[in-house]
């Protein structure tokens, strides 16, 4: 509440008591989004009162100070027509989050304080005209019209009837904590009687507060009018309360939102991490248990007599399991060629179990890193200590490394893992890194595009619905997002290739089949 209506009504009364008859001595900008003002009493010993008007988008904020020292470089004096001119009042505008420093004189000069979160601004009016505003680049508050500003509100039963009861709508200058203050009594649960009453009650709150708090909602420090959330102090001056708030929430939320942006990104590639080493691991198992192609070779050898000429699959006793196993072969083909691709696929299914094994090895360690960065960074409670570690530790740029290993988007569909590669470069990467032959591979037929795999399970089939699903998102994709209805190529892994002089995401579909869908992103 430290930019609400009713905050800056009791702000502005201390105000006026404080700076009413007083000289402006100096207004400079030494910072793009801080504009500040330094005030002296106009007899000895000349007391003098600063305001630091702090206006980034995403945190506007007032602070009092009885001294500031000005920077000798990069600091440029703002709004000298009103320098040496004396307070007159402090006008606040009725319903609104803004005020005006109104300066004696026949010119009228007066200084708007626009606290409206992201838009906020300081503007320099004469009589009702806009003379100057300190940030340019919201270029709408040159033409404003000071009269639009207040709100006329009907605060009648009958308006409250009619806004079905609901406080925000008429009272919008209430913000985002009295609202969250009357869902903490049990408002919604009242019935339309009991919600006006409990509403009167609280706005005789905000005019005449017990105190002032500095309070911790939803993880969020907030200045309040109410008792309320996790209070960390209560002052009776409002300027002593908005100085607190002002100073811990630099300090305290810078703390928290650079803490917790770095520990989500950690806990994001936790989680990427677990996973990865999961389906490594279940892949590798699959290999390692399965029946290898040596194996399978070395039965076709011990049994080629038996094998007809042309034959596509043949049964016989597998002597390592002692179990029928079927063996598909490539009708075209002798019985020892055959073998001797699967003595080839062999020596490269050993490269893929090491090559498993390595990437598995090599996530633990990162894994345990991670585990090591978020165990410290949880037991810091200090700003500074954060950015240091972070920085000796090279955070940002090794968890934006980690987070870009991985060239696709994951998604989950009735339990099976759908990726969608990113673009050409990472397309190629996904099926020459990340893919198997049994997984089955999607593609918006004849447009560029992302491919998709639908990884495989062992033991499942691929479901028609999960199918369906994915091939709409191979649709969204492409070229073809816009269609009503999208062809998509489905089919296994085993049956996509690429050559050597082939661009970035091109290959070669050596068997296909074709569903259409409908297009349909996440």
Known sequence: MHNNYFFFRILNQT?????????LA????????????????????????????L????????????????????????????????VKEIRQTPNDRSFSIVFEGEENF????????????IILLREKSVVDIFKHQLAKDAKLDIGQLPLQIDHSFEQFAAKKGNPNKLYPTL?????????????????????????????????????????????????????????????????????HFFLKYIRDMHLVQEKGQLIKKINKQIVQSENYIQKNEEKLEELQE????????????????????????????????????EIKLKQELSPQKNAEILYRKSKNQKIEIEKLRQNIDSKEAQLLGLYDHLENLQKMEDIRAIRQYAKEQDLQKNLQEQETVLPYKTFTVEGFQVWVGKNAA???????????????????????????????????????????????????????????????????????RKSKNMLPGQVIVDKEDVVLVEPHGP
């Open 110 to 121: 007066q200084l708007l304080f626009k606290m409206h979160g992201n838009r906020s601004n």
């Open 15 to 23: 105000l006026e008591q404080r700076l009413k008859g007083y000289i």
């Open 55 to 86: 206006l980034e988008s995403s945190f506007s904020c007032l602070h009092f100070s009885q001294e500031f020292s000005r920077t000798k470089r990069n600091s440029v004096d703002l709004f000298s027509v009103l320098l040496d001119r004396q």
């Open 175 to 243: 913000g985002p904590v009295p609202p969250a203050y009357l869902e903490s009594k049990g408002y919604e649960q009242r019935g339309l009687e009991g919600k006006w009453h409990m509403l009167n009650d609280m706005l005789q709150l905000l005019h005449q507060p017990e105190a002032i708090y500095t309070t911790w909602l939803k993880d969020e420090l907030r200045l309040s009018l109410l008792p309320l959330g996790d209070i960390d102090a209560s002052f009776q001056n409002p300027i002593d309360a908005l100085n």
């Open 290 to 325: 399965g029946t290898s192609y040596s194996q399978v070779a070395d039965i076709i050898m011990a049994n080629m007599h038996q094998i007809p000429p042309n034959s596509k699959k043949v049964v016989f006793n597998n002597f390592y399991t002692n179990n029928p196993i």
């Open 426 to 496: 990472s397309n190629d990467s996904m099926m020459r890194n990340h893919s198997w032959k049994e997984d089955l591979w999607l593609h918006a037929k004849d447009v560029p595009g992302s491919h998709v795999l639908i990884k495989h399970q062992a033991g499942k089939n691929f479901p028609n619905s999960v199918i369906e699903r994915a091939a709409s998102l191979a649709a969204f994709y492409s070229r073809r997002k816009t269609d009503s209805l999208c062809p998509v190529i489905v089919t296994p892994r085993k049956f996509v």
């Open 26 to 53: 100096t207004c400079f900008s030494q910072n793009k989004d801080e504009l500040i003002l330094g005030f002296a009493s106009p007899t000895p010993p000349h007391e003098e009162f600063y305001i630091k008007a």
